[in-house]
């Protein structure tokens, strides 16, 4: 019997062997009979309908190793949106994310496969907010994370990304002519920017309910009982845990620190797939906790990819108007260079605290 049959046909063992080389350890072979017809009846279905899947990295190791055609972090996404060939994108990831697709492929159906994959970031701010605060500080240039809805996008003058919002808000600075600009929503993104630049910063109070939860004493416990593992933290998280941190990063980056240093024992400050994602793919690493569970990104499931493309269901629209507007805030971004890649290792450069002006 091939490694990872279990009860298989021959044809879907085989078909299935390299994701199951991917996954194993981390599914139990009670799951995988399952898992492995839904990934071949995905695969077909992708074929069928011209679709590709967009896979953020927080998708769970089936997902994210089995049917995903691009992985990477909310940059990459959307990236890859702007040139994807494909009549169909499916967003394995969460909403704003297949907003973003829609804003970049008007053409293109654009699917979700759970209606309700939110983000406490998205959430904690509207159109008519932004608004308000451009009205409050005439002159500065808005940027906006890409974590929020279509109408914020509308009103945002260029968005950034964890991967390169320290660049963006340089960008934005220097092109208006000012020594302040607007970051929001995220309050955690914005302090740990304001800490890298000497551009002020004026920030909004919105949190991913995922990373405001790490503290600087679960780092401190981690040093405690690991001496020497490495501690990569998102940017999302708040600053005194990026400042006990080694390495602060995108998701991306984080893999990338990985993949390319391949420390012996690594502690990953982000949600739980991060980690189990990486171990698919480098050998020789030890990865330990803490994690903590994104609820939004959780409700994308091998299933409801399935019936996604089977269905073509849920679609996502924005509204015309709205769409070409966020689109000259997210092409904006994507137009600039890529971020050096040393100073992607180096990002915490400013352990210090800076004052944000909260909104
Ligand atoms: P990145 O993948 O851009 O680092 O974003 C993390 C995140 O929380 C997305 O929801
Ligand atoms: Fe939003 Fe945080 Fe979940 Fe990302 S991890 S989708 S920022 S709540």
């Known amino acids: 019997m091939a490694d990872g049959a279990f009860g298989l046909s021959e044809e879907l063992a085989r078909e299935t062997a390299p994701v199951w080389e991917k996954v194993k350890g981390l599914?139990?072979?009670l799951e995988w009979p399952e898992q492995a017809k839904l990934i071949s009846e995905i695969n077909a279905l992708k074929k069928e309908r011209d679709a590709v899947i967009l896979a953020h990295n927080y998708m769970t190791p089936e997902i994210f190793h089995g049917v995903g055609d691009y992985v990477g972090d909310s940059l990459g996404l959307a990236k890859e949106a702007a040139k994807s060939k494909a009549k169909v994108i499916v967003q394995a990831g969460v909403h704003f994310m297949a907003e973003t697709s829609k804003i970049l492929s008007p053409e293109k159906t654009v699917l979700i496969p759970d209606l309700r994959a939110g983000c406490s970031l998205a959430s904690s701010i509207t159109g008519a907010d932004v608004r308000l605060i451009k009205q409050r500080y005439p002159g500065l240039p808005v940027v906006t994370y890409v974590n929020t809805t279509a109408d914020v996008k509308a009103e945002t003058?260029?968005?950034?990304t964890s991967a390169n919002a320290v660049q963006?808000?340089?960008?934005?600075?220097?092109?208006?002519g000012v020594d302040k600009v607007i970051l929001i929503p995220d309050e955690f993104l914005a302090r740990n920017v304001a800490a890298q630049t000497n551009v002020g910063i004026i920030a909004w109070k919105g949190r991913c309910e995922v990373h405001e939860r790490f503290t600087a004493e679960d780092i401190a416990e981690m040093r405690a009982a690991y001496p020497g593992a490495e501690i990569l933290a998102?940017?999302?998280?708040?600053?005194?845990?990026?400042?006990a941190s080694d390495f602060a990063g995108s998701t991306a980056a984080m893999i990338d620190y990985v993949v390319d240093r391949k420390p012996k024992q690594v502690v990953m400050i982000t949600e739980c797939s991060m980690a189990s994602n990486v171990k698919g793919d480098v050998a020789g690493v030890d990865f330990i906790g803490p994690c903590n569970l994104c609820p939004h990104m959780k409700r994308i499931t091998l299933e409801n990819i399935r019936d996604c493309l089977k269905y073509m269901q849920?679609?996502?629209?924005?509204?015309?108007?709205?769409?070409?507007?966020?689109?000259l805030a997210v092409q904006r971004m994507i137009d600039l260079p890529p971020p050096a890649i040393p100073a992607r290792y180096d990002l915490i450069k400013a352990k210090h605290h800076v004052d944000v002006e909260l909104i």
């Open 27 to 29: 599914v139990t072979p």
């Open 168 to 176: 963006v808000v340089e960008w934005a600075a220097k092109e208006w």
């Open 234 to 243: 998102h940017p999302e998280c708040p600053e005194e845990v990026l400042a």
């Open 157 to 160: 003058d260029i968005c950034c």
């Open 314 to 327: 849920f679609e996502v629209t924005v509204e015309p108007d709205m769409a070409e507007r966020g689109r």
